[in-house]
């Protein structure tokens, strides 16, 4: 009975399968043409990749074929029809030869790109319709292997004739219910938190690169499709771009490259208007005593609002600067100069420790894509009694726990430790909630995580890697906002950064301004770092160079250690001297026509080259 109910999705999974078939076909000759930039991947990892792959070109081809799976499983009477069958034919070899067209074309385009094509190239190709037919000369194969994937399609469904009967209809119903769910479960790649993107390929190979043998171009078009694409800027030429503004850095050190260990500490919204070292606040007394150690400027700021945001600028040196984050961006392949790449290059294993759940906000993807070695979570730690019952474990077990497992790592190291306790809903373990019952449950936090850090540094100091790491601590973001001061346009970003080193190499406040963004070329710096690589930021150390901090919320924005411009893209609405107005009441955009245009241009510059390099996939040296 049920062979003839289950006739027509007998029929759709046949066809179904034929083009999951035909994607992997199309994926070894992607690899094959495309081999000189997969050498490191050995026959059983190809295996390996190849059998990941095929969750990916799943969801590709659910996608492609919706409509097929949708008038195939809708219980209608005449499906047996052979017009209608005439009509499923057609929808099957049309959308399924759209499929194969995208991805054939990323076999020949892919070593232009380095990545997988996404929605802005179309822009791209729609503009240069000339170098496109050049394209397909130069690849005329690929227009044949489509041809002949396109006539493999019509063959195949010619000579594969399904017997195809009306069944029952309340059975029919029910198997397009069946159908219904399975089809959603399939197109989101699973039952994880989040349906799959191109990012979660990253989880699964051994270098961002590898990335792109499991992901597939259809899969990149439709998360693209869904993000807002960046258009390129044309305030300069490349000329005057090159002299007001480039992310190429090549340092040239006097001295030799020294082998400490790197531990980035990032705290959970953490404000300076918290600190005490800062704003005059009792909430975190520890890292107030430890800035007092530490080498800091006097203006910090984070380059975004969101842990998103802040991750990608403190680890990837990436701004934000467009309406999605990074990570969630159709440009989230892209490859990056990040500190963990930077640094494997000189043989650091590096690790990022957050103890929140298995694929939050694509932290482990992404991690993946900036080249970290591993990354620990809630499922490593694997002791449900320090589960806060919301985001993760507790900061203190999981900063302890982290402090223990550092000291099993090859040295040198870099560490990566991102806090999650002080986010609403502002939970803290019970203990800590009974030592301070009266205290607002924000703050309550804050001061929480504060002796999670002291912890980790009582048990980091008994350690013999210790003396010989530089530690960094920063928020990923500001908290909310209690002052008015830190309720303006520029006072939602400031964020303490702070280096410190035990040995006491680099110690005290200076002048200067620095954001998230220059974290990587400050580290670089200090460990005298000798090859070239690309970065938004530039070094702390070096506070003989103006900086500016540039940041994106409603409109664009630019400061310097006094003034901060807001830019809507096209003109300067706002200037303030945030020095003498920290309200920002006043404005002054009709009264210093001088900064404006040098802070103006300033953004200008940036914007272009960031939009540029996202677009060209040119972030990486």
């Known amino acids: 009975m049920w062979k003839h109910e289950t006739s027509f999705a007998g029929q759709l999974l046949r066809r179904l399968g034929f083009s999951l078939v035909g994607l992997s076909i199309i994926r070894l000759i992607f690899l094959i043409n495309n081999h000189s930039f997969f050498e490191d991947v050995t026959f059983l990892q190809g295996l390996k990749l190849f059998f990941v792959a095929f969750r990916f070109d799943l969801v590709a081809v659910i996608y492609a074929n919706l409509l097929l799976i949708l008038f195939s499983l809708l219980p209608i009477p005449f499906r047996s029809k052979n017009g209608y069958q005439s009509f499923l034919k057609v929808l099957f070899v049309v959308f399924n030869a759209l499929l194969f067209f995208i991805e054939i074309i990323d076999i020949g385009f892919y070593r232009f790109a380095f990545r997988r094509t996404v929605a802005s190239d179309l822009t791209m190709f729609s503009n240069n319709r000339s170098n496109l037919l050049s394209y397909f000369i130069e690849y005329w194969w690929l227009v ?94 490349e000329n005057e771009l090159d002299v007001i503004y480039t992310i190429e850095h090549n340092p ?120 970290y070695d591993d990354f620990i979570d809630k499922s490593n730690y694997n002791n449900e009694a320090d589960f806060d019952g919301h985001w993760g474990i507790w900061d203190i077990p999981f900063f302890e726990y982290t402090a223990d497992r550092l000291s099993d790592l090859p040295q040198p190291f870099f560490g990566t430790l991102f806090s999650l306790t002080s986010h609403h809903p502002y939970n803290v373990e019970q203990w800590f909630e009974e030592k301070y019952p009266d205290m607002d449950k924000h703050f309550r936090t804050v001061l929480y995580a504060d002796l999670a850090l002291q912890r980790f540094f009582a048990k980091a100091k008994k350690t013999d890697w ?62 005298n770092y000798d090859l070239p690589y690309n970065t938004f930021g530039q070094s702390m150390l070096d506070t003989t160079q103006t900086n500016y901090a540039i940041m994106h919320t409603d409109l664009y924005q630019i400061c310097d250690e006094q003034y901060i411009l807001r830019f809507d893209g096209d003109y300067a609405l706002f200037l303030f001297d945030y020095k003498k107005d920290p309200l920002n009441k006043d404005n002054l955009i009709d009264k210093r026509p001088n900064v404006v245009k040098r802070l103006e241009n300033q953004l200008k510059a940036r914007l272009q080259r960031y939009n540029k390099s996202m677009i060209e996939n040119g972030l990486a040296h």
């Open 466 to 527: 210790y003396e010989n790491t530089l530690f960094i601590i920063t928020g990923d973001h500001t908290g909310p906002r209690i002052s008015k001061e830190y309720q303006t346009a520029l006072g939602q970003f400031k964020s303490p950064i702070v280096l410190f080193d035990p040995q006491g190499e680099i110690k005290g406040k200076h002048q200067g301004l620095a954001q998230h963004i220059d974290i990587i070329p400050t580290v670089l710096d200090f460990l």
């Open 252 to 371: 040239q050190p006097k001295k030799p490259f020294r082998r400490k260990n790197v531990m980035l500490i990032i705290m959970e919204s953490l404000s300076k208007e918290y600190t005490g070292a800062f704003a005059e606040k009792p909430y975190t007394p520890f890292f107030d005593s430890l800035v007092q150690e530490s080498y800091y400027l006097e203006n910090t700021f984070a380059n975004g609002l969101r842990s998103t945001e802040g991750i990608a600028a403190i680890t990837a040196g990436l701004p934000h600067l467009m309406q999605d984050a990074f990570i969630f961006s159709a440009y989230q392949t892209n490859k990056l100069d990040a500190l963990a790449s930077l640094l494997k290059k000189k043989d650091y294993y590096s690790v990022f420790y957050h103890g929140s759940y298995e694929g939050s906000m694509a932290f482990e993807s992404f991690s993946k894509l900036q080249g």
């Open 144 to 237: 044949m292997l489509l041809i002949g994937m396109v006539f493999g399609l019509i063959r195949f469904v010619r000579q594969a004739n399904f017997f195809v009967r009306k069944g029952k209809w309340y059975y029919q119903i029910l198997i397009f219910i069946a159908g219904a769910g399975l089809t959603v479960l399939a197109a989101r790649g699973g039952t994880q938190l989040r349906p799959i993107s191109p990012i979660t390929a990253t989880k699964y190979t051994q270098s961002p690169v590898q990335s792109h043998l499991i992901a597939n171009t259809t899969l990149n078009l439709i998360f693209s499709f869904q993000e807002k694409a960046i258009q390129q800027k044309h305030y300069f030429n």
